[in-house]
Nanobody, 124 residues
Framework: QVQLVESGGGLVQAGGSLRLSCAAS????????MGWFRQAPGKEREFVAA????????LYADSVKGRFTISRDNAKNTVYLQMNSLKPEDTAVYYC?????????????????WGQGTQVTVSS
């Protein structure tokens, strides 16, 4: 079965950096667009970033543009989220998701598979 396993979360001070990883198995990774979403306590899950199957196209939420970078390594079946200049408002559980479409999308309803999430906490 399809598994998406996130790692790399933790506690970091404001201004710091973290790199999240999402290892995929049970699917043909290179045929899927991949996305990162996050959910803070009491809030809805929101889009963070997405990347197409080849890595040639990316999409970012305005709130993270210029600070976060999504990338992928199809040889390792892994997608990454490099997070720099972290802010307390970035605190959330971060989820990766897989979408079997050509177009990079931000709607969570388009994604077919989800990981269990990894906690990111940014202290002020």
């Amino acid at each position: 079965q399809v598994q998406l396993v996130e790692s790399g979360g933790g506690l970091v001070q404001a201004g710091g950096s973290l790199r999240l990883s999402c290892a995929a198995s049970g699917l043909t990774f290179s045929r899927y667009a991949m996305g990162w979403f996050r959910q803070a306590p009491g809030k809805e899950r929101e889009f963070v970033a997405a990347i197409n199957w080849s890595g040639s196209s990316t999409l970012y939420a305005d709130s993270v543009k210029g600070r976060f970078t999504i990338s992928r390594d199809n040889a390792k079946n892994t997608v990454y989220l490099q997070m720099n200049s972290l802010k307390p408002e970035d605190t959330a559980v971060y989820y990766c998701a897989a979408d079997k479409t050509i177009v990079v999308v931000s709607s969570l309803w388009e994604y077919d598979y989800w990981g269990q999430g990894t906690q990111v906490t940014v202290s002020s």
